[in-house]
């Protein structure tokens, strides 16, 4: 079987490294990966901790690329590509634009698709966005769905996806085993000279595309409000590359002392920078999924989530993007110990470390008794 793993951003690289390494393991299979390239520098940063080579680069990216030059750019890009290799079936995962525009393309070669992350949803289509509306149209063009958790997989079934629907966990939980390290020292210098020992540290990451403008005034102002209540703390912020954010995050806090503005790092430091964090505050969807794991409580500076498991576990709370309402949720956690133990021993419900083994199972056609849970044919 030869399989075409597509991704092309950071955050689906470190969720598809480790499922790369199983399919490489497995006898039987021919892994071949391909990155579009829609994040340059930041993919770059995780194929080098993992130590994956690609097979093919399509090098889209462009200075302030559009989501239509994006999902262009991959299908034309796609189509050589695809009939130079031939896959038996090609792997996306998650909501990212290179997700469905290479699950379009791949449909439009009548190939296969088996869609990593499936059944995820908000409800709302334009938020997150594109994400919301890119995992709908992955799921309609994908044959194979490996959702993690039962309840996204009863969001494929609510809407009428009911074949080969397998339950395997989060893929993100598999790539703490090579990641995180109890010893671990920092390859950022500015990491390094924070003492993790002596204060509290809260990482902090927004860059969604609907937070632009307004809302992540609000949450940078919040920041700074908190910082400057709390000066014993060091809130740890990687300014994603997008001009437009880090315009916005280095006007209001630049000139904060214990405000650390540092670029993005790469999946070793910021998994071991989870590890060693007090509290997470974030607008990512992956972070989310990552922090319950160490048992770190996490505020998301956003409206909705399309991860409510975390949330109705307990370790996530969903705070919007109110200046108030952020730093009154975070003042919470710094100053009621019982609040904040609640969040920290809440279970991750995101499984335990072997979906990819699961997803690697489910392609060579092992009996269902395998699954994390269900699984339909």
């Known amino acids: 079987m030869k399989v075409l793993v597509v991704f092309g951003t950071r955050p689906e690289a470190i969720k598809m490294c480790p499922l790369v390494y199983k399919l490489k393991e497995a006898k039987g299979i021919e892994c071949v990966v391909c990155l579009t390239g829609q994040h340059k520098e930041m993919l770059r940063q995780v194929m080098d901790a993992f130590n994956i080579k690609a097979d093919f680069n399509l090098e889209i990216m462009k200075d302030r690329q559009t989501l239509t030059s994006i999902t262009t750019t991959i299908l034309e890009s796609m189509e050589p590509l695809l009939k130079e290799v031939k896959p038996d079936i090609v792997l996306v995962h998650g909501d990212t634009t290179t997700s469905y525009?290479?699950?379009?393309?791949?449909?439009?070669?009548?190939?296969?698709?088996?869609?990593?992350?499936?059944?995820?949803?908000?409800?709302?289509?334009?938020?997150?966005?594109?994400e919301e509306m890119n995992r709908l149209m992955t799921d309609r063009i994908s044959t194979y769905h490996f959702a993690p958790t039962e309840k996204n997989r009863n969001n494929l079934l609510a809407?009428?996806?009911?074949?080969?629907?397998?339950?395997?966990?989060?893929?993100?939980?598999?790539?703490?085993?090579?990641?995180?390290?109890?010893?671990?020292?920092?390859?950022?210098?500015?990491?390094?000279?924070?003492?993790?020992?002596?204060?509290?540290?809260?990482?902090?990451?927004a860059h969604r595309r609907e937070n632009l403008g307004e809302p992540l005034r609000n949450i940078c102002r919040a920041i700074k409000r908190l910082a400057n209540e709390y000066p014993d703390a060091a809130f740890v912020y990687p300014v994603h590359l997008n001009p437009f954010v880090r315009e916005t995050v280095f006007d209001i806090l630049s000139d904060v002392s214990n405000?650390?503005?540092?670029?993005?790092?790469?999946?070793?430091?910021?998994?071991?920078?989870?590890?060693?964090?007090?509290?997470?505050m974030t607008d990512s969807g992956g972070l989310q999924e990552e922090a319950p794991h160490f048992g770190k409580p996490v505020l998301v500076l956003r409206t909705e989530t399309e991860r409510p498991e975390a949330v109705e576990a307990g370790t996530v709370k969903v705070v919007g993007v109110d200046e108030n309402a952020i730093y009154s949720a975070a003042m919470t956690l710094f100053d009621d110990s019982g609040a904040y133990s609640a969040m920290a021993q809440a279970v991750n419900p995101y499984g335990d470390g072997k979906a990819s083994e699961r997803i690697v199972d489910a392609l060579m056609g092992v009996s269902a008794t395998h699954f994390y849970g269900e699984a339909y044919r």
């Not at 525009?101 to 289509?125: C, D, K, M, S």
């Open 259 to 280: 405000v650390h503005l540092i670029d993005p790092v790469d999946v070793l430091d910021m998994h071991n920078l989870l590890a060693r964090s007090f509290i997470v």
């Open 101 to 130: 525009a290479a699950a379009l393309a791949a449909f439009y070669q009548q190939i296969p698709v088996g869609h990593v992350e499936a059944g995820l949803r908000t409800g709302n289509i334009y938020s997150p966005f594109p």
């Open 159 to 205: 809407e009428g996806i009911a074949k080969n629907l397998f339950v395997t966990g989060n893929t993100v939980i598999d790539a703490f085993q090579y990641t995180v390290e109890d010893d671990y020292q920092f390859a950022s210098k500015k990491l390094r000279d924070i003492d993790f020992k002596s204060c509290r540290v809260v990482t902090v990451t």
